[in-house]
């Protein structure tokens, strides 16, 4: 019984430091001290279609209903952590879409931030890049990236599932420091 309750008091210990973790990477999103990094929602399938043209969403991947509603929630959340943020996002539909979901506001297209899917002898290159476009932008403002899973885990090391945000502290590295994982 006295073993059960030592489980117990420790379960309740790190819940709160996890809660207490969590809070403080909301508190540094929010002071723009760190961004949130998404990857775009549900959208079923791997890769591009053999006929992807990136100005032409019917060539690509797209949200289906699932991931309009999981953007939409993302936006909910957001709202409700006191977040306005500036979006930017990759050109690939699916992670336009994702941002607009939310609706936050207007989406600003980043190349640094589209999917190397296809070209995975870019990556370093433009993760490098991404880096250095994110460190550049003025600090003190929220702000949210809608991305790729082989972008993010070329930054981070993990594979989000889709619709999963990180929460990554600024100045931004590689690896990126995570402060949370938020999941869809």
Known sequence: ??????????????????????KQAWTALREGRAVLLLRHATAPGTGDPANF????????????????????????????????????????????????????GAVEALPALDSFFQTPNTAREQTAA????????????????VSHQVNITALTGIYPASGEGLILALPLEAPAHVLARVQP
């Open 1 to 22: 019984m006295r073993r059960a309750g030592v489980w117990w008091l420790a379960l309740c210990l790190l819940s709160g430091a996890v809660q207490a973790s969590d």
């Open 53 to 104: 043209q990136l100005n032409d969403c019917r060539t690509q991947r797209n949200l289906n209903q699932v991931g309009r509603e999981q953007a939409q929630r993302w936006g909910q959340l957001l709202r409700s952590q006191w977040i306005e943020p500036r979006l930017l996002s990759s050109r690939w539909c699916r992670a336009q879409d994702t941002a607009r979901e939310m609706g936050l």
């Open 130 to 145: 991404l880096i250095e476009q994110i460190n550049a932008q003025p600090r003190g403002a929220s702000l949210v990236l």
